[in-house]
């Protein structure tokens, strides 16, 4: 089951909050948890002081049994300590549902077929939930963001590197299947600018049907473990 709790924070106007925060998800029991995700409204609340919006950062689990999804998530401040949260992540699917779960898991579900990923902030995870549910490679989307980004330098009138984009994310496919994708400021926390491109279907599948070894010998360090990001080749 979801485990939630009730904490102090601050706000940028030094009022203190309360806010309601979720340590762990299940989104096949709680299908309401799964939708803030997906419309970007988990952990995100408003100052009764100042009336400003607060965006909390929380360490939490992900399980949607049903659809085969484990995700650990960790707040952005934490990439430095990437390595150590992959462990975590892997090392608690093994006990929850891999080699080292109970008799009954491991009978009821087949660990092989769950998608198991370490997720920096919400808006990585809700790319992987969609990404997973709609099929797609998540190291194939990644290398495509890679493609974009380095042919890419302005939308329309908008320079990115002014900005501080960082990467893009996958907002949602379009009804012929077409990759919708937004940009992300690397602010603190990182930001999705109402900034983006739709990029055809045929181009991810350009790059998806080249073998995962080539796309990892092509770009070393994209993915590591349970971690698969555009970001894993920048600096934390």
């Known amino acids: 089951m979801s485990q939630t709790a009730t904490r102090e924070i601050e ?3 030094g009022a203190r909050v309360q806010v309601f925060v979720a340590d762990s998800i299940n989104a096949e029991r709680h299908p309401h948890m799964r939708q803030a995700v997906l419309d970007r409204d988990l952990h995100v609340f408003k100052c009764s002081a100042c009336d400003g919006g607060i965006v909390v ?12 999804q484990f995700y650990g998530v960790w707040p952005n401040r934490d990439r430095a300590e990437e390595r150590a949260c992959g462990e975590a992540v892997v090392n608690a699917f093994e006990i929850a549902l891999g080699e080292r779960a109970g008799a009954t898991a491991r009978t009821l579900f087949d ?29 194939a989307l990644e290398v495509l963001k890679a493609r974009i980004l380095a042919e890419t330098r302005a939308v329309g009138e908008v320079d990115l590197a002014r900005l ?19 940009f992300e400021q ?7 600018l109402e900034i983006g491109m739709v990029v055809p279907r045929t181009h991810y599948e350009d790059v998806a049907a080249i073998p ?25």
Request: net charge negative.
């Open 111 to 139: 660990a092989s077929t769950f998608h198991v990923r370490l997720c920096f902030g919400n808006e990585e995870l809700r790319e992987k939930i969609i990404a997973c549910e709609a099929g797609l490679s998540d190291l």
């Open 186 to 192: 690397s602010t603190a926390p990182t930001r999705v």
């Open 57 to 68: 950062e929380n360490r939490f689990w992900y399980l949607d049994l049903a659809r085969g």
């Open 11 to 13: 706000c940028r106007c």
């Open 212 to 236: 995962w070894q080539d796309l990892l010998a092509t770009y070393p360090g994209i993915a590591s473990g349970p971690h698969v990001s555009l970001l894993r080749l920048l600096p934390p």
């Open 164 to 182: 501080g984009v960082q990467t893009m994310r996958l907002d949602h496919l379009e009804d012929r299947g077409d990759l919708a994708f937004y």
